[in-house]
């Protein structure tokens, strides 16, 4: 780590390879080890910072990652570490390979939505799904902007510690506005979030006891239309239920939407 031996590395591997590869090849260091730190995807000109633990003089390898506004340029970060390795330290058995097993540093959140039940004589849209900080106020932000994450963490521990927790994101999930399907409602019918609809988060503590006063909302807006053409009315509701959930790292979450009249 001190000594840079890879420095942002791109290690790739084509479609059918049996390895993956970097290039220009690095040899094992006469002496001492190396501590191997990866992440994915890819970026590049990726900046690796040497954090010291204010505990302790141990220095530990950490980069600052920035959760994209646009849920569709969201990432699956993971992240993975292979420390104190020597070439004589590497077994035949794993063909004097390094391996890394990643683990991903997000949380990944998905919805569905259906109604609880068959309502007579009117046609229910989905029209919007926002996740905010208040009830009131859908612009409020909930979820962190930023973070610092350390790569020399077990993928047991959160390697996260939040920055800028005063700027808070708040996501508009779904939109009528950016959709052409069929968004109407039923009881035997699911609407789910697409492959590119997926949240993909900071590690986060929404629980009743969570020590940071962190609020999320689900709000949800619809519309029914009674039949009987235009002349009968079209009215728009918005409703809205407070989510208690612990956010951990490299889970996935789906939240199921009943909506009830």
Known sequence: FEANLFNNEHVTCLNGAADWEYSPLKYWPAQGHVDFYAYAPYETGKTLNKKTSAAS????????????????????????????????????????????????????????????????????????????????????GAFYTKGTIDLSKPSSENPWTPLDKDNKLKFDWFSNDNTS???TLSSDKVIKNSDNEYLFVIPQDFSSTNTESNQLYVIVKYTIQYDGGTAQPKVSYTVYKKLEKNFLQGNAYTINLNIGL
């Open 57 to 140: 003089t141990t220095t530990t390898p950490t980069f600052d990652f920035t959760v994209a506004n646009n849920v569709a340029d969201q990432t699956d970060l993971l992240w993975a570490n292979a420390e104190n390795k020597t070439k004589d330290k590497l077994s035949s058995a794993d063909k004097n390979k390094v391996k890394f097993q990643f683990a991903h540093a997000l949380s990944r959140l998905g919805y569905t939505v259906k109604l609880e039940q068959a309502y007579a004589h009117a046609t229910i849209t989905l029209n919007k799904i926002t996740l905010a900080g208040s009830s009131e106020n859908a612009e409020t």
């Open 181 to 183: 399907s069929d968004n």
